[in-house]
């Protein structure tokens, strides 16, 4: 008997998850230095705080880490002003997914979506035994029409990530109010904001409002939210996100969560991270000063870029974007090919410093005039 058979069929035909390249592979591949700008990570690294708290804490890692996570919960209640059983803490937010999946679907059980968004959905809903039904965009936008349309009596769960990866468009805060107002009550709306604080910093200077989703938990809707670390606070390799919504909502995912996954040193490192301003400012002033050079470079290369509200730039180029991709990694760059999410003639960027964003630019140009050469 095969091990396959030991597998539940609906497991059987997943995918490997190809995840952004690393610097030391792209390095071993291509021999010389690399850049990623490949996974949306921040190019600043932590701020100073976290580095310290995760120094200080160093030393405790003989003990299983606080499994309520209160001091970094006590924070974030504070920060959103919910209670503190609105907020569950989790090892980055895409294992709030898994534990969203897991918990509420099944097979027979679907999942709606947009086509061109988080690549970890269709994973996540297949490995829990769920279908996930992706609805059209329109202008490289979530269309809440179409999704709404899809959305039939054996769907659970609605996803809406807000900025959108990968293509950094925005949803504004009414166009949610009347999705939340026309949504069926029976299922649970997750709006995944991972970018928000890259959404909100670009809100102000472009008078719009990034979100309403804290009022929409404390108005008691089917809502639940996401937010992670792994971004504008630089904590992508120590896990650690969290969620908001009902008490309800929140003690059912509580209970399905893997006990101690979240680090004592990614808890620390997080609530320190949290009150450091001045990295998260330094942060966001580069990201939305790089969103613009870059998109002004790219369309002075005659390319489709789309204006983001994240720490990354959507762009279509004129050949497989993959074997572009790959050129670029022998220029030193690492970015990311859409093919996967449908866009074989796509890239994502992240925003790098100054620096790397020349450095992008640059091999760009030289990998594009070697196309036209031939
Ligand atoms: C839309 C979206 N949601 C969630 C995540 C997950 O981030 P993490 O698991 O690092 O918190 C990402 C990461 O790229 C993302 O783009």
């Given at each position: 008997?095969?091990?396959?058979?030991?597998?539940?069929?609906?497991?059987?035909?997943?995918?490997?998850?190809?995840?952004?390249?690393?610097?030391?592979?792209?390095?071993?591949?291509?021999?010389?230095?690399?850049?990623?700008?490949?996974?949306?990570?921040?190019?600043?690294?932590?701020?100073?705080?976290?580095?310290?708290?995760?120094?200080?804490?160093?030393?405790?890692?003989?003990?299983?880490?606080?499994?309520?996570?209160?001091?970094?919960v006590t924070a974030l209640a504070a920060k959103?002003?919910?209670?503190?059983?609105?907020?569950?803490?989790?090892?980055?937010?895409?294992?709030?997914?898994?534990?969203?999946?897991?918990?509420?679907?099944?097979?027979?059980?679907?999942?709606?979506?947009?086509?061109?968004?988080?690549?970890?959905?269709?994973?996540?809903?297949?490995?829990?035994?769920?279908?996930?039904?992706?609805?059209?965009?329109?202008?490289?936008?979530?269309?809440?029409?179409?999704?709404?349309?899809?959305?039939?009596?054996?769907?659970?769960?609605?996803?809406?990530?807000?900025?959108?990866?990968?293509?950094?468009?925005?949803?504004?805060?009414?166009?949610?109010?009347?999705?939340?107002?026309?949504?069926?009550?029976?299922?649970?709306?997750?709006?995944?904001?991972?970018?928000?604080?890259?959404?909100?910093?670009?809100?102000?200077?472009?008078?719009?409002?990034?979100?309403?989703?804290?009022?929409?938990?404390?108005?008691?809707?089917?809502?639940?939210?996401?937010?992670?670390?792994?971004?504008?606070?630089?904590?992508?390799?120590?896990?650690?996100?969290?969620?908001?919504?009902?008490?309800?909502?929140?003690?059912?995912?509580?209970?399905?969560?893997?006990?101690?996954?979240?680090?004592?040193?990614?808890?620390?490192?997080?609530?320190?991270?949290?009150?450091?301003?001045?990295?998260?400012?330094?942060?966001?002033?580069?990201?939305a000063q790089g969103a613009e050079w870059l998109?002004?470079?790219?369309?002075?290369?005659?390319?489709?870029?789309?204006?983001?509200?994240?720490?990354?730039?959507?762009?279509?180029?004129?050949?497989?974007?993959?074997?572009?991709?790959?050129?670029?990694?022998?220029?030193?760059?690492?970015?990311r090919p859409l093919t996967a999410w449908g866009?074989?003639?796509?890239?994502?960027?992240?925003?790098?410093?100054?620096?790397?964003?020349?450095?992008?630019?640059?091999?760009?140009?030289?990998?594009?005039?070697?196309?036209?050469?031939?």
């Open positions: 008997m095969s091990f396959q058979e030991l597998v539940p069929e609906h497991l059987r035909g997943l995918g490997p998850y190809a995840a952004g390249k690393s610097v030391k592979r792209a390095q071993a591949e291509s021999g010389i230095e690399c850049v990623k700008l490949a996974s949306n990570e921040n190019p600043f690294g932590p701020s100073p705080a976290a580095m310290e708290a995760i120094r200080a804490g160093a030393d405790q890692v003989n003990f299983y880490p606080d499994n309520d996570e209160s001091a970094l959103h002003e919910l209670a503190r059983d609105q907020i569950l803490v989790t090892a980055g937010s895409t294992s709030f997914l898994d534990v969203i999946c897991r918990t509420l679907l099944g097979p027979g059980l679907n999942a709606v979506t947009s086509s061109r968004s988080f690549i970890q959905y269709p994973l996540l809903t297949r490995a829990a035994g769920g279908h996930l039904v992706e609805a059209p965009m329109q202008d490289d936008r979530f269309d809440l029409q179409a999704v709404l349309r899809a959305i039939t009596p054996a769907t659970r769960v609605v996803f809406v990530a807000n900025p959108n990866n990968p293509t950094g468009t925005l949803l504004q805060p009414g166009e949610i109010d009347l999705f939340l107002e026309r949504v069926p009550r029976n299922l649970l709306v997750v709006l995944d904001e991972a970018y928000a604080d890259f959404a909100a910093g670009f809100a102000g200077p472009r008078n719009l409002e990034y979100s309403h989703s804290e009022r929409y938990v404390r108005e008691g809707r089917q809502v639940l939210v996401l937010r992670t670390f792994s971004k504008a606070h630089g904590l992508a390799g120590l896990r650690v996100g969290y969620g908001f919504g009902s008490a309800e909502v929140i003690s059912v995912f509580a209970r399905v969560r893997t006990i101690f996954s979240v680090s004592g040193l990614a808890e620390a490192a997080a609530l320190a991270a949290l009150s450091d301003h001045t990295h998260i400012s330094r942060v966001l002033h580069n990201n998109l002004r470079e790219l369309q002075a290369l005659g390319l489709r870029a789309l204006p983001t509200w994240a720490n990354f730039v959507y762009f279509d180029v004129p050949e497989p974007a993959r074997e572009l991709a790959d050129r670029l990694q022998l220029e030193g760059v690492i970015v866009a074989p003639s796509s890239i994502r960027v992240s925003i790098g410093t100054p620096e790397q964003n020349e450095l992008f630019i640059r091999a760009l140009q030289r990998c594009l005039a070697a196309v036209s050469a031939h």
